[in-house]
């Protein structure tokens, strides 16, 4: 069993800034990508952010130059710092990991339970 439990989330106001975490517990060998995502009322879930294994990033374009994400792999933990927040940023962010279990195990996509931001002035 793998968790990922998320940290951070809040109300900010416009031009502000958070720093959301995502821990990942339980049963894990190695953890490929990890990822941030959103999810609006009423849209779809949308990917805002990645980072490999090997620290390669990327970004949603919507987010580029604003949010900074990373990981520290010896805590199997991710982040994603956001800076000059906009009301359109508001959102349930959601963490996500392809983890494997064990040495021959497959990789399989990981959630967390999601964050709530909500940028407001």
Do not use: H
């Not at 009423?42 to 990327?58: E, H, M, P, W, Y």
């Amino acid at each position: 069993q793998v968790q990922l439990v998320e940290s951070g989330g809040g109300l900010v106001q416009p031009g502000g800034s958070l720093k959301l975490s995502c821990a990942a517990s339980g049963s894990i060998f190695s953890i490929n990508t990890m990822a941030w995502y959103r999810q609006a009322p009423g849209k779809q879930r949308d990917l805002v952010a990645f980072v490999t294994s090997g620290g390669i990033t990327n970004y949603a374009n919507s987010v580029k130059g604003r949010f900074t994400i990373s990981r520290d792999n010896a805590k199997n933990t991710v982040y994603l710092q956001m800076s000059s927040l906009k009301l359109e940023d508001t959102a349930v962010y959601y963490c996500n990991a392809e983890v494997k279990r064990y040495y021959n195990d497959n990789y399989s996509d990981c959630w967390g339970q999601g964050t709530q931001v909500t940028v407001s002035s």
